[in-house]
Structures are given as structure tokens and as C-alpha cells.
């Protein structure tokens, strides 16, 4: 079952006297197509065990605002309700710190089975996790479509040399039917949830966390949501994405990032569901491309470059050298995080960028580009403008905190990119500027868009 995606994260034995199976849910938060739900029901089936979906929530994290609270806990209300609909509980900790409560669970535990996530922070709790508890702990890998070591033993240099390996064995892993267990076991009734997901706004109010990054009114977490823009994306837009997915003034891209990143659906699913529809080829093959190519590469970078958010080694020598030999050139605008955050700077292209991102919690990929590429240019040092760059990213986007965004943050300071002709300021780092917007589409339209937003 599930080849290739199950890795134990410590040698103990399992309990065979304890009350249940814990899957620890961390970054698949969803109940379909979720390998590690999956594993778990098989196994609890098999020892004729019950099993209990727990998700372990830090108050204290300091990462947390409004914003992505309220997409956390829909995201959490979904899967509660669907996991429901196939008999298993489903239990949400208040544990500060975040092993807490999986630590005083697993004493009850036959075994502990958990997601596999790859930013050094969520790795190191799991190893953590591992050690203390006493019983069994193994990992599913369920958010890639091809697992991590599969496609690669080491840091690839770009895209090209990723792509190949991953074409390889691509048609293995998208042709392999998902296989469903029905649970057998109890519901656990009896175990008392710490938050009551019918009353968010509640748990929201009384959380002490970042409440200036408002919810966002465009994006609902969960599942069910997940599926519904997925279905809307086939249908309204796979047709023309190849032609018009660069067009920020248009709406052609999926916004399916932020429901990957919090695991609300799985790559997997979505990649076999674009394969199946009839829609323009060129368009499929663009749209996977991204989803596999573009984001099993972010994964790798993280996973293989443990400083992949230090600016001091998330990069290529070319560029550090290029950097070094421009850091001193002159700049025409200088901008700081505050002119930046409250989009006042002299360009209104880059304004709007700005604007969508904290109105709506999401910015048009193109526009993302242009965006780090202008904080590049309007900042006295390169390390500054990674660190606002970084800075404005992980407060901003739903989809913050993200390989994708380390990686497309990297990318801009020359990772997975070539060296261009040199020129001032950028040295040879790929620039961008307002007359190729203008020349690529509708800018103005773009900027009337967010006008109205
Ligand atoms: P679609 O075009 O519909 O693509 C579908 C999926 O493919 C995306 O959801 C994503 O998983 C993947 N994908 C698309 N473009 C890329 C890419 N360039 N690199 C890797 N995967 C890709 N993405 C984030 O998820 N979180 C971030 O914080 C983030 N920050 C970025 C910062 C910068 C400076 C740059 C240049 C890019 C960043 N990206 C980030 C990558 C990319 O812009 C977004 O993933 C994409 O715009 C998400 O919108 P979508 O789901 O509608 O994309």
C-alpha cells in the first residue's frame, strides 16, 4: 500500500494495549485523498483498534494572524465534518508548545501516524515527536506526486534537470488508482475537542494574535471549498490558461495555493483530475507543469537546503557574485518597509500588486514576480530587500510560509534561473520592468481591477 510514501520516524514498537491509533493530522488537512488518513484507517482496521484524528493547535505560534487563523480553523471545520461523515473523530488541541498534547495522547496510543511536511520547523517537531513519545511513529508522504527521494537523492540545480526525472516515473504514480478503506472501528464520541469549529469567529476573537492582517473575503478555507474551485477551474478556465494564465488583469490562474498549502487538497487528486479532462493540451501540460515541475521543485529545494531562508546560502555563486559586485550602485528610488506596506511608492503597477496581496491575501503570479523583482530595486541592500521580501510574503498570503514562496523568493536573487546580460543595480539577476507589463497585457486593467477590490 502506498509504495514509496512511508518512512518510520523512530524504531519503537507499537502498543498493542493502547486505546487507539492517533493520526496526528499537521499538513493534510483533509479527509480525501490524504494517504496518512488512509494508512491509518487500514491499520486500525487490521489490530481492530479505533482511531482518533488529532490536530494540534499553538496560540503562541507567532506567525499566526487573523487571516490565516480564520482559513486554519475553516480548514479544520471541513475536515471535522467530512471525517464525521466516515465515522472517525476528529479532535482539535489547544497545545502551546505544539507537541504537547500529542505527547500526553500518545500515552493512550497504539502507534502515532502523522503527515510528512518539509519546511525545517515542521520536520524538527516531528522528529521531536518521535523521540519522546514511546510507542510507534511512521510518516505518509501524501502532498507530492511523486515522493521527494523518488524523484531525487540530492538539490537539483533547475527545472530541467528536476523534469526529467519526474517525467520518468510520472505515469506510475498518476495512473495508480487512490485506494479508499472503509473504517470499521467506533467513533470515539467520549474524547473531548478543545474547540468548538461551529463558533470560529469566537476562537478567532480570542486568540492574542496579529489581528491587523484581516480575513480575507475572498478565499474560505476547507475541503469542500477546495473541490468546488478545482471544478470551476476545469470547466471555466484549463481551456484558456496556456494563453491567458500570465494575464494579471484576467483570471485564468487555479487559486488552488492556498488550499495546497494548507493541505485541503491533495496535488495528487488535482493532477489526475486536470489529466482526465478534455480541455487543450498545451493548456493541461502547462497546468501540470506548474502544480509537478514548479512545486515538487520548490520541495526540493527546502528539503535539501536546510537554509533555504537565509539569504547567505539559498542562492548560486554566480549570483552572489553579481550581488556583491552591484551592491553599491546607485539607486534611483529608495522605499522602506513602510512607504512599501502601505503601497505609496511612485508605481502603480506595483502598488496595485501590493494592494491585491493585503486586500485579498493572494497576488496574480506574474504580478509576484515583478513585484520582488521592484523591492530588489528599491532597497539599499540585497539582504534588506530578501528579508522585506520574505517579511511582506509570509504576513500577507494565505499561501505564505510555503516552499513556493521560498523557492519564488529565492528564484528572484537568481535560484533555479540563469545569469542574464549584466546591467546597473540587478547585475546579472533576470529584471523586470513596467514597459514589459505594458507590452505583455492590459496593465491598466489590471490596476482598475484592484481599484474596485
Ligand atoms: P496556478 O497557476 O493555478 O498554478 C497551480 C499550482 O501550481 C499552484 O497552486 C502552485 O502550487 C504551482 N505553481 C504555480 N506557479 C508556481 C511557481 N512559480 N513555483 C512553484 N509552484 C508553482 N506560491 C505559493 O504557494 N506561496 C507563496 O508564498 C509564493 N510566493 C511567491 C513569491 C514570489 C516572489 C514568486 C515569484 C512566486 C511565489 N509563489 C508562491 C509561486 C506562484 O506565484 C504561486 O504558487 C501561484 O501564483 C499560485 O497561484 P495559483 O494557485 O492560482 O497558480
Same mark, same amino acid.
Do not use: A, Q
Given at each position: 500500500m502506498f509504495e514509496n510514501r512511508i518512512k518510520s520516524i523512530n524504531n519503537k514498537k507499537m502498543d498493542k494495549n493502547g486505546d487507539f491509533i492517533i493520526y496526528w493530522m499537521q499538513r493534510s488537512i483533509r479527509s480525501s485523498y490524504n494517504h496518512s488518513l488512509e494508512y491509518a484507517i487500514h491499520l486500525a482496521n487490521d489490530l481492530k483498534k479505533n482511531l482518533l484524528v488529532i490536530f494540534c493547535f499553538d496560540r503562541k505560534f507567532s506567525e499566526m494572524n487573523e487571516r490565516s487563523c480564520y482559513f486554519l480553523f475553516e480548514s479544520l471545520k471541513d475536515a471535522e465534518k467530512n471525517l464525521k461523515d466516515r465515522g472517525i473523530r476528529f479532535i482539535v488541541l489547544d497545545s502551546s508548545p505544539l507537541i504537547t498534547k500529542i505527547l500526553e495522547y500518545s500515552k493512550r496510543s497504539v502507534c502515532i501516524i502523522t503527515d510528512r511536511a518539509y519546511l525545517k520547523y515542521l520536520r524538527k517537531i516531528r522528529e521531536e515527536v518521535g523521540e519522546k513519545v514511546s510507542v510507534r511513529m511512521i510518516q505518509i508522504e501524501s502532498d507530492v506526486v511523486v515522493p521527494i527521494e523518488i524523484a531525487s537523492l540530492k538539490e537539483e540545480y533547475s527545472a530541467r534537470t528536476l523534469r526529467g526525472k519526474l517525467h520518468k516515473v510520472l505515469d506510475f504514480y498518476l495512473n495508480k488508482d487512490f485506494e479508499y478503506t472503509k473504517y470499521e472501528m467506533n467513533y470515539l464520541d467520549e474524547i473531548k475537542t478543545d474547540f468548538d %469549529?461551529?463558533?470560529?469567529?469566537?476562537?478567532?476573537? &480570542? %486568540?492574542?494574535?496579529?489581528?491587523?492582517?484581516?480575513? &480575507?473575503?475572498y478565499f474560505t478555507g476547507g475541503e469542500n471549498t477546495a473541490k468546488k474551485i478545482l471544478e470551476n477551474f476545469i470547466s471555466e478556465k484549463l481551456e484558456g490558461y496556456s494563453k491567458f494564465r500570465n494575464n494579471p488583469e484576467l483570471e485564468y490562474q487555479s487559486n488552488l495555493s492556498p488550499y495546497l498549502h494548507f493541505g485541503n487538497i491533495s496535488p495528487l487528486f488535482v493532477a489526475k483530475e486536470i489529466s482526465k479532462s478534455e480541455k487543450n493540451r498545451e493548456s493541461l501540460e502547462e497546468f501540470l507543469e506548474e502544480l509537478i515541475v514548479r512545486r515538487e521543485l520548490a520541495i526540493n529545494f527546502i528539503y535539501y537546503n536546510q537554509d533555504y531562508d537565509k539569504f547567505q546560502n539559498m542562492t548560486y555563486l554566480w549570483a552572489y557574485e553579481t550581488m556583491n559586485k552591484h551592491k553599491n550602485d546607485q539607486k534611483e528610488y529608495v522605499y522602506s518597509l513602510e512607504i512599501l506596506e502601505k503601497s505609496e511608492t511612485h508605481d502603480e503597477y506595483w502598488n496595485s500588486a501590493q494592494k491585491e496581496m493585503m486586500v485579498t491575501g493572494k497576488m496574480h503570479g506574474y504580478m509576484r514576480m515583478y513585484w520582488a523583482k521592484k523591492i530588489i530595486e528599491w532597497t539599499e541592500k540585497f539582504e534588506e530587500a530578501y528579508?522585506?521580501?520574505?517579511?511582506?510574503?509570509?504576513?500577507?498570503?494565505?499561501?505564505?510560509?510555503?516552499e513556493n514562496g521560498y523557492a519564488g523568493i529565492a528564484w528572484c536573487f537568481g535560484k533555479h534561473d540563469r545569469a542574464w546580460n549584466e546591467r546597473n543595480i540587478f547585475g546579472k539577476l533576470r529584471y523586470m520592468n513596467s514597459n514589459g507589463l505594458k507590452r505583455k497585457f492590459d496593465i491598466e486593467k489590471y490596476v482598475e481591477k484592484i481599484n474596485k477590490l
Open positions: %469549529l461551529e463558533k470560529i469567529h469566537e476562537i478567532i476573537e &480570542s %486568540l492574542n494574535i496579529d489581528k491587523t492582517v484581516r480575513k &480575507s473575503n528579508e522585506i521580501i520574505k517579511y511582506l510574503n509570509n504576513k500577507y498570503f494565505i499561501d505564505g510560509r510555503d
